[in-house]
């Protein structure tokens, strides 16, 4: 009965990673490019994160108005995306026409002038997050991607039953690549690669399954937003200082206009939590007469809501600093050697050793 299981497990095993083998080459690569991409993206756009501090700084609904007036072609929703965190920082505005078409706006804070604007896939992470999640497909690529993920987590979870008599030898380095074996050298690598990357492993399948749902449920219209119309006369300055006296240690990050009439005025940022939980995870939410409607302090938060909000930061690895990163890099490539070193071992069986017992 137990080689039974083995076998079966065996099977599912190879099956799933031969399937899922090229699209995990592909996630790994893009995958461990993400992680940097905020570091790379400023790198190719200086002068568009780096503004010549002013001496004041314009009025954030005049700066919402400037950017409805630069766009053509309809009435998206526009929201902050990022307010200026420091004085050389520009504010960038988000404007959403649909779930797969969204342009940023980068507006000098001091002159409302709009430095430089792009699409959400024309610019180095847009275009390789949307080719990550959705392979430039939409709701079709997330489908695809989402499968990819389910995939993985089952050649994960039965990899553990079929190598576990490898992982002690493995973690007490008994077990060695012998690269001059031909035999053997793909098997070890496969194994030694994938008993040290497990729990990364199982940890990127996860949240990767549950990024995608969201990416999913993003996507459930696929048409164009109905237009909201232009932004409402606010004063966003006062519901900062009013947001900021609300939660002690609030640092706004993002403002949300009301998308339809009803809608809250959000203002999104953090109060100094982990940064595991993102830098939005706090807000207090206000209605068209800056009455404050509701607070969440994320550091009160329950813990189904800390968990939902760790998703992101776990799969992009942008929570503990450059160290995580190059962590999250090097082990962002285990999937891709771990689906090549396995179709290796499979040809091998397949054709080469078949080939000589004939």
Do not use: C
């Amino acid at each position: 009965m137990k080689q039974y299981l083995h076998k079966q497990l065996f099977t599912v095993h190879r099956i799933t990673g031969l399937i899922v083998g090229i699209m995990l080459l592909f996630a790994s690569i893009t995958g461990s490019l993400l992680v940097f991409s905020d570091e790379i993206d400023e790198a190719l756009h200086q002068e568009t994160y780096h503004i010549a501090p002013g001496t004041q700084r314009k009025p954030l609904f005049e700066l919402l108005q400037q950017a409805g007036r630069s766009l053509r072609g309809g009435t998206p929703y526009l929201f902050f995306s990022r307010l200026p965190q420091t004085p050389e920082e520009p504010a960038i505005i988000r404007a959403e026409y649909g779930p797969d078409h969204k342009v940023y706006l980068f507006l000098n804070p001091y002159t409302g002038e709009v430095v430089h604007q792009h699409t959400n896939t024309g610019y180095f992470s847009g275009f390789l997050i949307y080719l990550h999640f959705s392979l430039l497909s939409g709701k079709t690529g997330a489908k695809v991607m989402l499968t990819v993920a389910m995939l993985l987590f089952i050649s994960l979870l039965t990899g553990i039953w079929v190598y576990r008599k490898s992982v002690v030898k493995v973690l007490t380095f008994r077990l060695k690549p012998e690269w001059g074996s031909r035999t053997r050298r793909w098997r070890n690598l496969h194994r030694i690669v994938g008993v040290w990357a497990l729990l990364f492993n199982l940890l990127i399948a996860f949240t990767g399954f549950m990024m995608q749902l969201k990416v999913l449920d993003n996507r459930k219209t696929t048409g164009p937003f109905p237009n909201v119309g232009a932004p409402i006369s606010v004063d966003y300055e006062s519901l900062l200082n009013k947001a900021s006296a609300q939660i002690p240690g609030f640092e706004p990050m993002g403002i949300r206009p009301p998308k339809k009439a009803g809608d809250p005025i959000r203002i999104l940022g953090h109060a100094h939590e982990a940064a595991i939980w993102g830098r939005y995870s706090s807000a207090v939410h206000f209605d068209v007469n800056g009455q404050i409607k509701k607070t969440v302090n994320f550091s009160q938060a329950p813990w189904g809501d800390k968990f939902n909000a760790a998703m992101a930061p776990l799969h992009y690895g942008n929570y503990g600093g450059i160290p995580v990163k190059i962590l999250y890099v090097l082990l962002g490539l285990t999937p891709g050697i771990l689906s090549v070193s396995g179709f290796l071992i499979w040809y091998r069986r397949k054709y080469i050793i078949k080939k000589h017992q004939l």
